[in-house]
């Protein structure tokens, strides 16, 4: 799902003061991301790669697996230092390739690196990206400032996972707009079932995601800036499968979940969900958040049955209008198309929704859009609930 494939868009959070104008106007010329308004951190990131040597996982030099399945984070969180300029959605795609930032990377590499990430771009878009189009995604600016010290203190984690061949890009500025807010955020990039063959959208596909997302979570929550008792899910289309295994599995670790157009709302994620051997009626738990599409996928049926598992108090929904499934994710609003935008309207309701939400059930405390701390952030014009209190 808010995401295409990863847009910041969905991050319209009008909650605090927005970035520097030099910032905002360097970053300007892709019509979505005017509309964003960042919290009041400075955002630093960082990439971290790890091997979870109870999995085989066979690649070049290791035709066994033996080293382990890598899973590989790229780490969001608010800082208290401006650093170095921030990096570019260019920058973020080649250390995600690299697995680390670096100052330069060979020429083979980079065009590897850059063709794989349009590949990806246009698989979530479902149409070819025009040379002009692919040149501003890749110059355009992020937040995120490599290497920068973290806030004093520990701040609740919000773990991102999106699709079968997502990476940790893909959901970049949802992900800086949440650590602007004074989240710590884990967007966890996406491997294939070997080096060259790629998950497969069945019960094992899902299964990997969840295990990775398992293995993420336990390097994640030693980390000093890191309140491990206070843990978030945020996912978008297979991802919201593999946070619903997670929960299923794991219930009492995570205080909220929200999914944006994710696999647990059509008729393919609620065919995973039932494979999983702790699935009943009665099995979800804990508060729920679902993005639904107005214009869903026709190509795909619904399939409530997830959503409707969980207590009644639990759960709520709304629908979004004027947004596709692709809208909700690629970085910058590339969804509909670079030069017209994505919906800011329902971009920024969503992100209202999706922060108030998120302060409740992590913080536990109401946002300056819910004064009263109750449920007076129901029903912005841009959306419609469904499933809750008017």
């Not at 393919?268 to 699935?279: E, S, T, V």
């Not at 309701?349 to 009263?372: I, K, N, Q, W």
Request: with cysteine; proline share 6%.
């Amino acid at each position: 799902m808010t995401l295409a494939c990863a847009f910041a868009c969905l991050v319209a959070l009008q909650i605090q003061p927005g970035p520097s104008p030099a910032l905002a106007n360097a970053s300007r010329d892709l019509s979505t991301l005017e509309e964003l308004e960042f919290g009041r951190h400075p955002v630093g990131v960082r990439l971290i790669r790890a091997w979870d040597t109870s999995r085989r996982w066979p690649s070049p030099g290791d035709a066994a697996g033996t080293r382990g399945r890598p899973v590989q984070i790229t780490l969001f969180y608010p800082s208290v230092e401006i650093g170095a300029m921030p990096v570019t959605v260019e920058e973020h795609i080649l250390a995600d390739w690299a697995g680390e930032f670096r100052k330069s990377y060979p020429a083979e590499e980079r065009d590897a690196a850059l063709g794989a990430a349009k590949r990806t771009f246009e698989e979530g878009l479902d149409r070819a990206l025009t040379d002009a189009e692919w040149s501003r995604v890749r110059s355009a600016l992020s937040r995120g400032r490599v290497a920068t010290g973290p806030l004093p203190g520990a701040h609740p984690l919000i773990l991102l996972q999106a699709g079968m061949t997502s990476r940790g890009f893909t959901l970049l500025t949802l992900a800086e707009a949440l650590a602007s807010h004074g989240y710590v955020v884990g967007a966890l990039a996406t491997f294939g079932r070997t080096h060259v063959e790629r998950l497969g959208f069945d019960a094992a596909g899902v299964r990997a995601l969840a295990d990775d997302a398992g293995f993420a979570l336990g390097l994640l929550s030693t980390r000093p800036e890191v309140d491990a008792s206070r843990i978030g899910l945020v996912a978008w289309s297979v991802g919201g499968v593999s946070h619903a295994w997670l929960r299923l599995e794991r219930p009492e670790a995570f205080r909220a979940a929200v999914s944006l157009d994710s696999g647990t709302g059509y008729s393919y994620g609620a065919g995973l969900l039932r494979q999983h051997p702790a699935f009943n009626l009665r099995s979800p738990r804990g508060p729920f958040l679902q993005f639904d599409l107005e214009e869903a996928n026709a190509r795909i049926a619904r399939d409530d049955s997830f959503f409707r598992a969980h207590p009644k108090d639990e759960a709520e929904r709304f629908v979004l209008t004027g947004l596709l499934h692709g809208d909700l994710v690629l970085p910058y609003g590339v969804g509909r198309s670079v030069a017209l935008g994505t919906p800011a309207k329902s971009l920024r309701a969503l992100g209202r929704v999706l922060l108030t939400f998120l302060e409740l059930h992590l913080r536990g405390r109401a946002t300056s859009r819910d004064p009263g701390g109750t449920r007076s952030w129901f029903g912005p014009a841009a959306y419609r609930g469904k499933g809750g209190p008017p």
